[in-house]
């Protein structure tokens, strides 16, 4: 088969053993790869009702047909599981060479169950798989872990670690990379860390097959230059993701103060250009001519890489002006192994309840050194930490008083950065995210803002299941990197030719929309196989942004209306082809090739 390998690798924990398991053709054109597989292998394989921190749980990394080929920026991974956070399925993307070296390695995924009787790190080297005792890295940070870990196996091998926030079953703890490569926001590194497993090491030695090598070398070429020569290039390394401060400040969606505001009066202390003039260093991928990590040195004099999502949550969002501050507190999350997104909405959070006087603890907005503590006591499960350690949700329940309705969450996963109030189509994005409040399947806010962010409409809803479509269903299943599509403006023209050029299929745009909605539907449905209750209710964002309107800037008063948000959800369903509570149909199912999922759940 070109294009991919057809290898998945198993390896189960407790009885220490691995094999590997072939899949076909039928599987590959099916599920494409990434996402498409872990929905697929959790949905066959993982009973209902399974503990997600129990042996039971399988954990996956999931390459796809362009991982790790000489193409634009295809250096990525999917981790996913069962999610602790949410008890959803759940899933990340990390850049990673670890990517590279698993297709190398002759495998497009690994499935990992069960739960080492002690702290141990797998070690592959092509058909080697071996379990090694990992006593003496268990309790250290990622950075520390990693750099061990190369120096005892050389550094041409890609490391998959958790820090002490995974050990430590902390719900929103990610797996990391690279020091500074994060993904699995809803608990991928906390399933690691429950299956006892500090790291992944994966080294591979042979040629990827696809279809027409030399025809596949040249493309890349092409696209990179491609790339290169776009008109936003050049801005883009100077400030990679950072650019979007500016803009979100200005369109009055930054989250503040616990997203009660869109606009923050200290957003020049923490923006693109602030960055621009502290970077030291510029990291990222591999394969990739975008490296978008900007490196700062940190309020201690320590490297600390930024992203928009980690300076939106950690800066704007708990009043914190500085950046080198912020990126103290950036540093820390992936140095102890905490998703920075879901610690910062949480630590606003809690100022924010201190604030009111409903929780006993003092902390003051904007405060780094109350910022730090909270951190560390919820990675380490300290005192009040224990119960942040379980999630805003969590946190607010425990909370009361009302404060659930300015827990910012869907579904349980913390809001990703970026304020909705005056942005109901990005609202419906994170609502129908596929698991929790994540853009990463429809960064719909920047095309509402650029159109008409006041409306309702059919459009809006069209426009964001294409992006889901695209976003969440393609590029997590290709493995690449969306970036450079989305933010350079690279054709996605080009992808049905990487695909011809690496698997020898023709592969239409309508096609791949189907294979998108399939895996979309099948998400949809483990959730409901989860929770038989599930439905629109869950597909609701955060009270505060239908009930309290923003008190500054130039949207002063707007928020989103229940009403008109309800009608367009409903528009959703319909436009998907789902029933009237947002479950795909049996017709649906069918049409998408997926009968014995209508069955299984009485459809
Ligand atoms: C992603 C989420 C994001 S989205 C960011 S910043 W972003 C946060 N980064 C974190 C971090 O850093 N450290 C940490 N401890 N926690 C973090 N949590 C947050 O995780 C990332 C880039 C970015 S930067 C984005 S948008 C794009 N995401 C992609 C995606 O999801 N799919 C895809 N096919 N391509 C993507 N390209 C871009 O990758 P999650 P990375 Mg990330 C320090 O994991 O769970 O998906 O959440 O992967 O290698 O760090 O690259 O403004
Ligand atoms: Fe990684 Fe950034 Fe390149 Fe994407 S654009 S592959 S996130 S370095």
């Known amino acids: ?20 398991q072939s899949y076909d053709k039928d599987f590959a054109l099916k599920f494409l790869g990434g996402r498409g597989f872990a929905i697929k292998i959790l949905w066959d394989e993982l009973p209902k009702g399974t503990d997600p921190l129990s042996p039971q749980n399988k954990l996956i990394f999931a390459t796809g047909p362009l991982t790790g080929l000489p193409l634009a920026s295809s250096g990525k991974i999917v981790v996913a599981a069962k999610s602790p956070l949410t008890g959803g399925y759940g899933d990340g993307n990390l850049g990673t060479r670890a990517a590279v070296h698993l297709r190398k390695a002759g495998y497009e995924a690994i499935v990992i169950d069960g739960k080492a009787d002690a702290p141990s790190y797998l070690y592959i080297e092509d058909s080697k798989v071996e379990i090694l005792d990992a006593k003496t890295l268990w309790g250290t940070g990622t950075f520390a ?174 009043g914190l002006g500085d950046l080198e501050k912020v990126a103290l507190l950036n540093r820390l999350a992936d140095d102890w192994g905490l998703d920075t997104i879901s610690a910062g909405n949480i630590i606003g959070f809690v100022m924010e309840a201190s604030q ?12 780094a050194d109350d910022a730090r503590t909270i951190l560390e006591e919820m990675t380490f499960r300290k005192g009040f930490g224990n119960v942040l350690a379980e999630g805003v949700k969590y946190t607010s329940q425990k909370v009361g008083k009302g404060s659930e309705k300015w827990a910012m969450h869907v579904k349980g ?98 096609e791949l929309k189907k294979t998108a909605d399939r895996i979309y539907a099948l998400v949809r449905c483990f959730w409901k196989r989860e929770y038989p209750d599930f439905g629109k209710a869950w597909d609701m964002p955060p009270d ?33 082809d789902w029933d009237s509570n947002g479950i795909p149909t049996r017709k649906t199912l069918e049409t998408l090739g997926l009968p014995d999922v209508a069955k299984a759940l009485n459809i």
């Open 413 to 510: 996963l913390e809001c990703s950065a970026y304020d909705c109030h005056a942005a109901p189509g990005m609202a419906l994005a994170f609502a129908t995210s596929c698991i929790g409040a994540h853009h990463k399947d429809a960064w719909l806010i920047s095309w509402e803002i650029a159109t008409d962010r006041s409306s309702y409409n059919e459009e809006k809803v069209a426009k964001l299941i294409e992006l889901q479509q695209i976003r969440g269903g393609l590029f997590e299943s290709f493995v690449t990197c969306r970036l450079p599509w989305i933010e350079v403006g690279f054709s996605l023209d080009w992808y049905p030719k990487f695909l011809k050029a690496a698997t020898g299929e023709d592969f239409t745009f309508d």
């Open 356 to 367: 009111k006087g409903l929780i006993s603890e003092k902390y003051e907005w904007g405060s």
């Open 1 to 20: 088969m070109h294009g991919w390998n057809g290898q998945i690798l198993r390896v189960d924990l407790t009885k220490k053993k691995s094999s590997v």
């Open 145 to 318: 872990a990693e750099d061990e870990l190369i120096k005892k196996h050389g550094k041409n091998c890609g490391v998959l670690v958790i820090g002490q926030a995974g050990e430590n079953l902390v719900k929103f703890a990610p797996v990391l990379s690279q020091k500074g490569r994060a993904g699995g926001r809803p608990g991928m590194g906390a399933v690691m860390g429950s299956k006892n497993l500090k790291a992944v090491i994966i080294k591979g030695s042979k040629d990827i097959p696809v279809s027409d090598p030399d025809g596949l070398k040249e493309l890349g070429k092409q696209a990179y230059k491609d790339i290169k020569g776009k008109e936003s290039y050049d801005f883009w390394i100077r400030q990679g993701t950072m650019m979007a401060l500016e803009w979100a400040n200005e369109s009055s969606c930054l989250p503040t103060y616990n997203y009660s505001e869109g606009v923050f009066d200290e957003a020049k202390g923490i923006d693109g250009y602030r960055m621009e003039k502290l970077k030291v260093a510029r990291r990222g991928c591999p394969d990739c001519n975008m490296q978008c990590g900007n490196v700062i040195k940190d309020v201690e004099g320590e490297e600390a890489e930024l992203d928009y999502e980690n300076v939106g949550l950690l800066g704007s969002n708990i």
């Open 544 to 576: 505060r942004w239908f009930e309290e309107p923003l008190t500054k800037g130039p949207l002063k008063g707007t928020k989103v209306d229940r009403d008109r948000y309800v009608k367009m959800l409903n528009m959703y369903y319909e436009m998907r």
